[in-house]
């Protein structure tokens, strides 16, 4: 399992996030993608606690690095 904090560094508050973590092994090579989205609103300048749990448990054996891609947001109305 992992954690991270989705934060929302406008002045305005954000809907609708939808992201996509890539897990890399030594070699720097993708071996493990998981996709997730938020549909809560996170408020101008906080963030939001959001945690997973992978479905291969050789993955955060493996992984030697995580990137974390927004990959789209609305803004609140």
């Known amino acids: 399992c992992y ?3 989705i934060r929302n560094k406008l002045n ?3 809907t609708n996030v939808s992201w996509v973590i890539i897990f ?15 549909d809560g609103i996170i408020p101008a300048g906080l963030a939001k ?3 997973s ?4 448990t050789s993955v955060s054996l ?4 995580v990137e974390i891609r927004i990959i789209d947001f609305r803004i609140a109305e």
């Not at 749990?53 to 291969?56: G, K």
């Open 24 to 38: 890399y092994n030594k070699n720097n090579e993708p071996i493990d993608v998981d996709q997730d989205s938020y």
């Open 12 to 14: 305005q508050p954000i």
């Open 62 to 65: 493996l992984a030697q690095r």
């Open 3 to 5: 954690t991270f904090s």
């Open 49 to 51: 606690r959001e945690n």
């Open 53 to 56: 749990c992978l479905r291969e």
